[in-house]
């Protein structure tokens, strides 16, 4: 009997946990993996394989990714790789603003239909391995700032930011790739230009050098063709004209689609690339589109499209357009010398390895950067016009046989003593040990020597009694690390030369020793007064430098201050 009332008090107990389970159902709890979520779609980017976009009023889009994004619904092309990651990251990343269970619907006496999401407008599935996902889309919220979703699966009713709309809602030719190649004009290595009938165009590329191999073998002009090619592999499409979806489209490129756009190989302007990825690519230019613009069979022959009339107008140029006419047919950077012959002087100019560049004639020093680079850009613009009987003998190479150019052709303001670097001495203050000041009124220098443990300089002679100037020395110490120049007045300067500009008898000649034993005494000499400072030299210098006013007025500061 016992046992027989135990039984009935144990079922009456189950009923009752059940009837508790079912009572809070009724009253809206939330289930679990409801609760939990957190975004439209848990995978990964680089997990996805497959895309599905259903629009209401348009055909499906179907996008795959083998290797690369491809859309193979309801047509096949190429897909813009962000436009599907933008969409991609917004499903998994979009925050869900509100929820509600299909409990707390029927609560409420409401029904997905109320939501827009029976029949939705925009839908989308996920695929990523085995694993799929649907996310529907329906109505806006009465304040517009979102949009309620539901995930196939999950019995509930989402709400997430309306402007998740802007990358989701994206018609079938908003995910095709407007641009024309992935790859820069960098990449390619030789191209083709057919331009109907017989016309036919080669070039190929040595590093920076490009050569026209047909018609005729010869250099080409590497800045016509770094236009084209810049201009070919930036542009973009406007607008897309096949496939387009349209039911009565050609599924493959016929003759007659061809023909009809003035793309057929006798009538368009047909480029090959040879890239160096080995994968060779191509595109034609047709017919005249809307104003401006001309039809394209791009994408390697799957579309055609219009493309801005001015890629056409560039491939279309007089052949005589892309030969190289420059007296000198070299980029800047395979000029390692530079020869200019005058009839009384000749300049020889060298590049080092790091790119700076020195002088070896008429006298060995350190060549001016800014100016040899100014000279070179010169140089390469030259044209056969520039040639001339007399003038500079000009090469840029040491195998090449000099052309002889115009002075003119250097520029009105060319000197050969601007291409010597302007830099006259550069002194490590802390290796100075002693600074000697004469003037040229004949009384005695004034010399300073540096006190190491006591770290002050101090004097060592003068004609006037005093103290050393301890900021006059670093004024001067700062001023010649380095000492640059103006400009350089003459290169070659022998000794009589120096009395022309009052370095015989300088007006200032300042001494620097240095600390080391073996070291050679460096002579600043300052001389006559110029239209833009001083002429200077540094003794057993090759050239007449002119130094500022302001960094003369700094040498001739008094070493000694009384």
Same mark, same amino acid.
């Given at each position: 009997?016992?046992?027989?009332?135990?039984?009935?008090?144990?079922?009456?107990? +189950?009923?009752? &946990?059940? =009837?508790?389970?079912?009572? @809070?159902?009724?009253?809206?709890?939330?289930?679990?993996? +409801?609760?939990?979520?957190?975004? @439209?779609?848990?995978?990964?980017?680089?997990?996805?394989?497959?895309?599905?976009?259903?629009?209401? *009023?348009?055909?499906?889009?179907?996008?795959?990714?083998?290797?690369?994004?491809? /859309?193979?619904?309801?047509?096949?092309?190429?897909?813009?790789?962000?436009?599907? /990651?933008?969409?991609?990251?917004?499903?998994?990343?979009?925050?869900?603003?509100?929820?509600?269970?299909?409990?707390?619907?029927?609560?409420?006496?409401?029904?997905?239909?109320?939501?827009?999401?029976?029949?939705?407008?925009?839908?989308?599935?996920?695929?990523? *391995?085995?694993?799929?996902?649907?996310?529907?889309?329906?109505?806006?919220?009465?304040?517009?700032?979102?949009?309620?979703?539901?995930?196939? *699966?999950?019995?509930?009713?989402?709400?997430?930011?309306?402007?998740?709309?802007?990358?989701?809602?994206?018609?079938?030719?908003?995910?095709?790739?407007?641009?024309?190649?992935? +790859?820069?004009?960098?990449?390619?290595?030789?191209?083709? %230009?057919?331009?109907?009938?017989?016309?036919?165009?080669?070039?190929?590329?040595?590093?920076?050098?490009?050569?026209?191999?047909?018609? %005729?073998?010869? !250099?080409?002009?590497?800045?016509?063709?770094?236009?084209? @090619?810049?201009?070919?592999?930036?542009?973009?499409?406007?607008?897309?004209?096949?496939?387009?979806?349209?039911?009565?489209?050609?599924?493959?490129?016929?003759?007659?689609? /061809?023909?009809?756009?003035? &793309?057929?190989? $006798?009538?368009?302007?047909?480029?090959?690339?040879?890239?160096?990825?080995? %994968?060779?690519?191509?595109?034609?230019?047709?017919?005249?589109?809307?104003?401006?613009?001309?039809? =394209?069979?791009?994408?390697?022959?799957?579309?055609?499209?219009?493309?801005?009339?001015?890629?056409?107008?560039?491939?279309?140029?007089?052949?005589? /357009?892309?030969?190289?006419?420059?007296?000198?047919?070299?980029?800047?950077?395979?000029?390692? *010398?530079?020869?200019?012959?005058?009839?009384?002087?000749?300049?020889?100019?060298?590049?080092?390895?790091?790119?700076?560049?020195?002088?070896?004639?008429?006298?060995?020093?350190?060549?001016?950067?800014?100016?040899?680079?100014?000279?070179?850009?010169?140089?390469?613009?030259?044209?056969?016009?520039?040639?001339?009987?007399?003038?500079?003998?000009?090469?840029?190479?040491?195998?090449?046989?000099?052309?002889?150019?115009?002075?003119?052709? &250097?520029?009105?303001?060319?000197?050969? $003593?601007?291409?010597?670097?302007?830099?006259?001495?550069?002194?490590?203050?802390?290796?100075?040990?002693?600074?000697?000041?004469?003037?040229?009124?004949?009384?005695?220098?004034?010399?300073?020597?540096?006190?190491?443990?006591?770290?002050?300089?101090?004097?060592?002679?003068? !004609?006037?009694?005093?103290?050393?100037?301890?900021?006059?020395?670093?004024?001067? @110490?700062?001023?010649?690390?380095?000492?640059?120049?103006?400009?350089?007045?003459?290169?070659? +300067?022998?000794?009589?030369?120096?009395?022309?500009?009052?370095?015989?008898?300088?007006?200032?000649?300042? =001494?620097?020793?240095?600390?080391?034993?073996?070291?050679?005494?460096?002579?600043?000499?300052?001389?006559?007064?110029?239209?833009?400072?001083?002429?200077?030299?540094?003794?057993?210098?090759?050239?007449?430098?002119?130094?500022?006013?302001?960094?003369?007025?700094?040498?001739?500061? !008094?070493?000694?201050?009384?």
């Amino acid at each position: 009997m016992s046992n027989r009332r135990a039984i009935v008090w144990l079922l009456l107990a +189950v009923f009752a &946990l059940v =009837a508790i389970h079912v009572l @809070l159902s009724l009253n809206g709890a939330t289930r679990p993996e +409801v609760a939990a979520r957190t975004s @439209l779609i848990d995978f990964p980017d680089e997990a996805v394989s497959m895309l599905v976009i259903k629009r209401t *009023g348009s055909a499906d889009a179907v996008i795959t990714r083998a290797g690369s994004w491809r /859309l193979i619904e309801p047509f096949a092309a190429s897909v813009d790789e962000q436009t599907v /990651l933008r969409l991609l990251d917004t499903l998994a990343f979009a925050p869900i603003d509100d929820r509600l269970s299909d409990q707390e619907l029927l609560k409420l006496g409401r029904t997905r239909k109320d939501f827009g999401l029976v029949s939705p407008w925009l839908s989308v599935r996920v695929r990523a *391995g085995e694993e799929e996902s649907g996310i529907a889309f329906g109505a806006l919220t009465p304040s517009a700032s979102g949009v309620y979703a539901s995930l196939e *699966g999950v019995n509930a009713v989402f709400v997430v930011p309306s402007n998740v709309l802007e990358a989701v809602d994206v018609p079938v030719t908003g995910f095709r790739r407007r641009t024309l190649f992935t +790859v820069g004009s960098e990449t390619v290595s030789s191209f083709d %230009v057919k331009r109907g009938g017989n016309s036919f165009l080669r070039f190929r590329r040595d590093g920076d050098v490009w050569t026209m191999m047909q018609p %005729v073998e010869s !250099p080409a002009s590497a800045v016509r063709i770094r236009k084209l @090619l810049d201009g070919v592999m930036s542009a973009e499409a406007a607008d897309f004209v096949w496939p387009v979806g349209a039911t009565n489209e050609v599924a493959s490129v016929s003759a007659a689609l /061809l023909s009809g756009y003035g &793309l057929d190989p $006798e009538s368009a302007v047909t480029l090959t690339f040879k890239c160096t990825d080995g %994968v060779d690519r191509r595109i034609s230019l047709g017919a005249e589109a809307d104003e401006g613009f001309v039809y =394209a069979l791009v994408h390697n022959d799957t579309a055609i499209v219009t493309l801005d009339r001015a890629l056409k107008d560039e491939a279309t140029a007089e052949t005589s /357009l892309f030969a190289d006419t420059r007296l000198f047919p070299y980029e800047a950077l395979q000029v390692a *010398g530079i020869s200019l012959a005058y009839p009384d002087v000749t300049c020889l100019l060298a590049k080092e390895e790091d790119g700076s560049w020195r002088m070896d004639s008429p006298v060995s020093a350190p060549a001016s950067r800014t100016a040899v680079t100014a000279l070179l850009t010169r140089l390469l613009s030259l044209r056969s016009a520039d040639a001339a009987d007399r003038g500079v003998a000009v090469s840029l190479a040491a195998d090449a046989a000099p052309v002889t150019v115009s002075k003119d052709a &250097l520029g009105e303001d060319f000197r050969i $003593e601007s291409l010597r670097d302007t830099g006259m001495l550069i002194v490590d203050p802390l290796t100075v040990k002693r600074l000697t000041a004469t003037g040229a009124d004949g009384a005695k220098p004034t010399s300073v020597l540096y006190d190491g443990d006591r770290r002050l300089w101090n004097v060592e002679s003068s !004609p006037v009694s005093g103290t050393a100037s301890q900021k006059a020395v670093e004024s001067i @110490l700062s001023e010649i690390n380095p000492l640059s120049a103006v400009r350089v007045e003459k290169l070659k +300067v022998s000794a009589d030369d120096l009395r022309d500009y009052g370095l015989e008898t300088p007006r200032l000649t300042l =001494a620097v020793d240095l600390n080391r034993e073996d070291a050679v005494r460096r002579n600043i000499l300052i001389g006559d007064r110029t239209k833009d400072g001083y002429f200077a030299t540094i003794g057993a210098a090759d050239a007449v430098f002119v130094l500022p006013e302001r960094t003369v007025k700094i040498l001739s500061a !008094p070493l000694v201050e009384e």
